[in-house]
């Protein structure tokens, strides 16, 4: 599949694609968890080629789905899913619309490029899909996570729970579905080595050449470790506030000025 160009496959991300892989080889409920920012959705989405699946599942009707496939889809096998705010009970409605809408896209895109249906039909609508993998799974109360495990009772798949720390202690409250857990993985902060990884391809985005000789880019570097460590949110949205200043204020240099100054116009940050 085709992936999202400026992801970069961490240690954390690699140790949770082969959790992934694990729950799907033996069908299990695994439980992800950990601090905000981490980067769990953003390594879900990735893992599940969600960023292009996303764009062609949702559609206005057949033909408007019709338009937008691409031979991506013919590949689909995984669903990412960020449980509702509110509505909570559509949850089995829409995963089931999200399966019909891929299963349909990859006929249609079958139709468009080779003139007639070479694909399977199936009669069980998650044939096809291994992983749910839910985030946002602390949103969800006990009638909700029933809907979720009557899909995976009925379906030969694996799902994936992604929340907050102390989501596996919330959910084995409830030992029906605590029991078809099989994995729990803790998604951690960034390690120093791949912060300053990191940072190199943010000096690039930014248009400069990170140069460790040079005390200026060392002590900037080491003034970003501190304030973020190693949360992967943080980072981003440090450097967003880094950029913003290097631009009103024509500079060409990052300096630990500047990354203090983009601290501090955090609305919420490290301090």
């Not at 009772?153 to 202690?169: Q, R």
Request: glycine share 6%; proline share 1%; net charge negative.
């Amino acid at each position: 599949m085709t992936k999202n160009q400026n992801f970069i496959e961490t240690k954390e991300y690699k140790r949770f694609a082969e959790f992934c892989d694990a729950c799907i080889k033996y069908q299990y409920i695994g439980i992800c968890y950990g601090q905000p920012g981490v980067g769990k959705t953003l390594s879900s989405r990735y893992y599940t080629n969600w960023n292009t699946i996303e764009k062609q599942v949702n559609h206005r009707g057949w033909e408007d789905l019709a338009s937008k496939t691409t031979d991506d889809i013919l590949s689909v096998n995984k669903i990412f899913y960020t449980a509702p705010a509110e509505k909570q009970t559509r949850l089995s409605n829409d995963l089931y619309s999200i399966s019909a809408s891929i299963d349909l896209g990859q006929k249609l895109h079958i139709v468009n490029k080779y003139g007639h249906d070479h694909s399977k039909h199936y009669s069980d609508m998650f044939k096809y899909i291994d992983l749910i993998i839910v985030d946002e799974i602390d949103r969800l109360k006990v009638q909700h996570l029933e809907q979720l495990r009557a899909i995976y009772d009925e379906h030969n798949l694996a799902m994936i729970f992604i929340g907050m720390p102390g989501i596996e202690k919330k959910l084995s409250r409830y030992p029906q579905l605590y029991s078809r857990i099989g994995f729990a993985h803790e998604f951690d902060n960034l390690s120093k080595d791949e912060t300053h990884h990191i940072l190199e391809y943010k000096w690039q985005d930014l248009g400069f050449d990170l140069k460790l000789e040079d005390f200026t880019d060392y002590e900037a570097i080491t003034t970003i470790i501190k304030i973020t460590k190693g949360n992967f949110r943080l980072i981003h949205r440090l450097f967003a506030q880094i950029d913003r200043i290097m631009d009103i204020n024509g500079l060409d240099k990052i300096s630990t000025e500047v990354v203090e100054t983009a601290r501090d116009s955090l609305v919420i940050g490290i301090r």
